[in-house]
């Protein structure tokens, strides 16, 4: 027997990593909504027609919530690989795919720039697809546990250019929240 550690001691060192990532994940993503009001509380996007696909206000921060709770244990299975030359890239990728992810929010709610934010979502798609290829090149688990991400940037795309079908001039329909004109 060779093993450095007993499985029990690397199931430990794994929780001792999700005990991290997931939370630091979730409020990274929770902070990223927060930068301008989503939903319900966006008088931009409540005043936009919306296609028959779109889901409940509810469902998502429920969704959001559980795809965050799902990087953060793919990205603690990646640390935890220790001796995998392939972790450093595969953590720079999901650093990259995390940033662009954090962008959407403000730009889509905050900036109204319904258009660009489309654009931001496919290459999410394509940041989160790398990012799944060589996680699964580290841990097949960890690819398998950003698949509903993939799912959900693929969903998201459909029904940001279906709003975007639906309301063109949508940066228009009513000032940013951000501008000080006053128009009489």
Known sequence: MREIASKGQLRGAFLRWAVVTVPFIVLLGFTSARLAPSGANNRWYVALTKPEITPPDWAFPVAW??????????????????GSRMRGPAIISFVVALVANLIWSPLFFGMHQVFWSLVLIGIMFGLALIMTILFGRIRVGAALLLLPYLAWLIYAGVLEYQIMELNPGAETLVPSSATTQIIT
């Open 65 to 82: 919530t559980a795809i965050y709770v799902l990087l953060g244990l793919a990205l603690a299975m990646i640390i935890h690989a220790r």
